[in-house]
């Protein structure tokens, strides 16, 4: 056990790094300790069991919530959170690692929400649309996929929600990343710029600061941020606007970092999975709810959920398919569907709706 220093005692520069590499050894011993622990589960669980056998979202979630309730400093919430969530990516991948599909190509948003999320020791996988996703884990060729579903500053991803209508996946996950947008190029400066690629909703998310640095510039949309950068790429006259991770995939200098126009830029995703999970002690419930055509059909909706005490946190309307002028909700709320009071919530529910369906009750995000 490395030596505790009374803060009032200024070591020398040697004696500081010979303290430090102790705890290096210490860390080391203590990581490997729990690996060896993750293997005993997986003996203990029997053989022939496939990663996502071993895969508790429940209980990381707990683990993690208890790594930030305990930090005391001086590393972040944020910092923290990633080193054991990559410890305990390692650890799992011993026994398989999890199959994780993505809406790529390499270097989106989404591939670094599944790093976020899963840690690195997973295949991710990525795929050319929303719909493969789904289809790749309706199919088991993933354990999971992680897709988009709304941004902080641009709205929902009207796309995510509609695969809902008739999927048999659930919602088993989401992840909060905060999005830093880059302006990306082979360019030296703005100057040589003309044409400008990127996702719609990441041009949206930066238009106040092209109207001011680059004006004359066209903004051509693309499939996906990854996709902005393989084109500017080729191209002196271009730049692209993406995550770091696509700067470095596609060889690209940064021009000018953090172009988003709000500083508070979040993007939030879904994982999905093909079964629920027990509860987290801090989790939220996704629900899709049809409403019959006659006065006041929102209120009763509604209703069941302000009777049990049930905290709603989103809402979001579509337009139901088949049915003119008629639409769904896509409602989140707090707590987990096998609580006493979302139940109890549901079967009111049940008699008032046209359709109620559990998307998914899973951990709220934690950073």
Not at 86 to 99: G, H, R, V
Not at 104 to 109: A, D, I, S
Not at 222 to 250: F, K, P, T
Not at 327 to 343: N, P, R, T, W
Request: with cysteine.
């Amino acid at each position: 056990m490395a030596k505790k220093t009374d803060p009032d005692v200024r070591l020398s520069l040697p004696d500081l790094r010979q303290r430090i590499d102790a705890v290096d050894r210490q860390i080391q011993e203590l990581i490997a300790e729990r690996a060896g622990y993750a293997r005993q589960v997986g003996v203990a669980k029997g053989p022939l069991k496939a990663a996502i056998d071993y895969y508790k979202p429940e209980r990381e979630a707990q683990v993690l919530r208890g790594v930030v309730d305990r930090n005391q400093g001086p590393l972040s919430n944020e910092e923290l959170h990633r080193v054991f969530r990559e410890i305990m990516s390692a650890c799992l991948a011993q026994q398989n690692p999890l199959k994780i599909a993505y809406l790529g190509p390499e270097g989106t948003f989404s591939q670094t929400a599944v790093q976020k999320h899963f840690g690195h020791s997973v295949i991710a996988i990525p795929m050319a649309s929303i719909e493969e996703v789904f289809a790749e884990v309706e199919s088991s060729d993933a354990d999971f996929g992680v897709v988009p579903v709304e941004n902080s500053t641009e709205g929902a991803v009207h796309h995510t929600f509609d695969m809902f209508y008739t999927t048999p996946l659930k919602i088993c996950g989401e992840i909060e990343l905060r999005v830093h947008q880059n302006l990306m190029s082979r360019a030296t400066d703005l100057a040589h710029i003309e044409r400008v690629y990127s996702h719609a909703q990441s041009l949206a998310q930066c238009k106040g600061w092209l109207r001011r640095h680059l004006p004359k510039a066209e903004r051509i949309p693309v499939s996906s941020n990854a996709e902005a950068a393989r084109r500017a790429r080729n191209a002196d006259d271009a730049a692209a606007i993406a995550g770091l991770a696509a700067a470095q995939v596609y060889g690209l200098k940064i021009l000018a970092p953090n172009i988003e126009d709000r500083p508070d830029n979040t993007t939030r995703f879904f994982v999905l999975g093909r079964e629920l999970f027990p509860p987290s002690g801090h989790d939220k419930t996704s629900l899709l709810l049809a409403v019959k055509d006659q006065p006041g059909a929102l209120y009763s909706l509604l209703t069941p959920l302000a009777k049990h005490g049930i905290s709603m946190t989103r809402i979001e309307s579509r337009p139901a398919r088949g049915a003119k002028w008629e639409y769904v909700f896509f409602v989140d709320v707090e707590g987990h569907v096998d609580s006493g009071a979302l139940k109890a919530a549901l079967n009111d529910l049940g008699p008032v709706a046209a359709q109620l369906k559990v998307l998914g009750a899973y951990p709220a995000a934690i950073v």
